[in-house]
């Protein structure tokens, strides 16, 4: 690629390049094309910013208790003691890998509670709604005259859906899970780059760590209720882990790497605490697994003069997007073209509707001779 300013250096001709492309797109009618070919370049600097981002997963399982139709047969198992209870001992295997927000299908626990059905009271039949228990329908024939037809029910009784027919029903706690994702973004960014632009561009890794949380320790932990001190005590051993290791990975980050460990602080407070929030077998929250990512974004400025005018611009991303707040406005090819495709299109529907009127006339002139 030429470089047309002979004072700039040749490492930055693709930041170069890719504004001339972004300048040259059709929509951008009012921004003269080549921009910077056509403009005096004064500098090009980089404003590179940092990423440092947490996510943090935690499965959230809720449970209501209902009722299911029983057939007598042998019992799953039967929850006596809530001290020794929790969703998470249930289908415990199921945890997902990677970090996403995900719902997985839900499933039943036993309770080993029976009862008759409060619907049938045992009887296994209801009353027919079709015929309110009379086991005929009253019909009205063509004539108007009323007559009766025997219920598709037997005697104006039908089986019990609440039961199946069985007259019994067993208690069941219905449980719903879902794992969410908590994330705490926070940009070390010095340019005028909204962040959430930055967000969407990819950068360079210089630091990526997931540490997930033993699952042996913290299901034994979730019985009956969490203890304050217990969680405090494992949340504060995975804090200690993540600062260590981000000392250890980042010793020649150059950016603020005090900030890296005062955002992981920060961070803990925000994340739902079982300690407060659960209550057993209604609602209970268990962490997963927690990543934390320093990521380096490219910025550039360049400051350029346009026809006698100072401005600046910014080119960000490995994808080099651009971010201009102010740009020269001229009358463009662009536009030109542009324009005269508007005007082509105006004059169709001119010579359309002028047509329609034409035909309209004469339709309406013949109905009138006639």
């Known amino acids: ?84 209870e929790s969703l998470w001992l249930y289908d415990s295997e199921n945890i997902p890998q990677g970090l996403e927000n995900i719902k997985r299908q839900g499933f039943y626990i036993e309770t080993g509670k029976t009862s008759l059905c409060h619907r049938c009271g045992g009887s296994r039949r209801v009353k027919c709604w079709k015929c309110d228990g009379r086991g005929s329908v009253e019909k009205k024939s063509d004539e108007g005259y009323k007559y009766y037809e025997p219920c598709t029910c037997s005697g104006g009784y039908e089986t019990c859906n609440h039961c199946f027919g069985f007259g019994w029903v067993k208690q069941i706690i219905s449980v719903n899970s879902e794992f969410k994702l908590l994330s705490l973004p926070h940009f070390e960014n010095k340019s005028p780059v909204p962040n959430e632009k930055l967000a969407k561009v990819s950068g360079k890794s210089l630091f990526e760590e997931i540490m997930n949380y033993p699952q042996d320790l913290m ?78 974004k490219m910025v550039y400025r360049v400051n350029y003069t346009y026809k006698s005018k100072n401005y600046s611009l910014w080119v960000f991303g490995s994808e080099r997007n651009v971010f201009a707040p102010f740009t020269p406005r001229e009358f463009t090819k662009k536009a030109k073209i542009f324009s005269a495709i508007i005007v082509f299109l105006l004059a169709i529907l001119a010579f359309l509707v002028f047509i329609g009127l034409i035909w309209f006339v004469l339709t309406n002139y013949s109905s009138l001779r006639f």
Request: with cysteine.
């Open 1 to 84: 690629i030429t470089n047309p300013n002979p004072g700039i250096a040749p490492a930055n001709a693709g930041i170069i390049a890719a504004v001339n492309t972004w300048s040259n797109s059709f929509w951008r009618l009012t921004v003269p094309e080549e921009l910077l070919n056509n403009s005096k370049i004064h500098s090009i600097s980089d404003e590179g910013c940092n990423l440092l981002q947490i996510v943090y997963m935690y499965g959230d399982r809720t449970g209501r208790l209902t009722e299911m139709p029983w057939d007598q047969s042998k019992l799953g198992q039967s929850i006596t003691d809530l001290a020794k």
């Open 219 to 296: 299901r034994p932990m979730l019985r009956g209720g969490v203890n304050s001190n217990e969680y405090a005590l494992i949340q504060n051993h995975v804090k200690n882990e993540l600062h260590k290791t981000i000392d250890n990975k980042l010793k020649n980050y150059d950016g603020n790497i005090k900030l890296v460990h005062e955002i992981v602080d920060h961070f803990f407070p925000y994340i739902p605490n079982p300690a407060k929030s659960n209550v057993v077998l209604e609602h209970e929250v268990i962490p997963v697994r927690l990543k934390v990512k320093v990521e380096s």
